[in-house]
Nanobody
Framework: QVQLVESGGGLVQAGGSLRLSCAAS????????MAWFRQAPGKEREFVAA?????????YYRDSVKGRFTISRDNAKNMVYLQMNSLKPEDTAVYYC????????????????????WGQGTQVTVSS
């Protein structure tokens, strides 16, 4: 069973930046697609960004974060990151790291149900 541990959340003013990190256990980290989801109070968990297996050259973002957020991975360190710039109050949520059900060398999956393993979440609060 893989363990995912997020860090890097916090309180930031609108326009600021945060970098979220996710540390994964296990020896086959690189073979899985990874993603970030978020959940605001009273709302469903939603997709934020995903990165494909191994090379990480294929990434995908929800429209509202394109150009502001960047997902990346370091397979040697079993880490995935989410660099968040130009943050807005509507980005406020608990952010979760997730590992895909299988290997995705092409376009990474975008749906919650396609991810089997989740971290505990890290709170991101953006003040106006």
């Amino acid at each position: 069973q893989v363990q995912l541990v997020e860090s890097g959340g916090g309180l930031v003013q609108a326009g600021g930046s945060l970098r979220l990190s996710c540390a994964a256990s296990g020896r086959t980290f690189g073979s899985y697609a990874m993603a970030w989801f978020r959940q605001a109070p009273g709302k469903e968990r939603e997709f934020v960004a995903a990165i494909n297996s191994w090379s990480g050259v294929k990434t995908y973002y929800r429209d509202s974060v394109k150009g502001r957020f960047t997902i990346s991975r370091d397979n040697a360190k079993n880490m995935v990151y989410l660099q968040m710039n130009s943050l807005k109050p509507e980005d406020t949520a608990v952010y979760y790291c997730a590992r895909s059900r299988g290997s995705f060398g092409g376009t990474p999956p975008l749906l919650v149900d396609e991810y089997d393993d989740w971290g505990q979440g890290t709170q991101v609060t953006v003040s106006s």
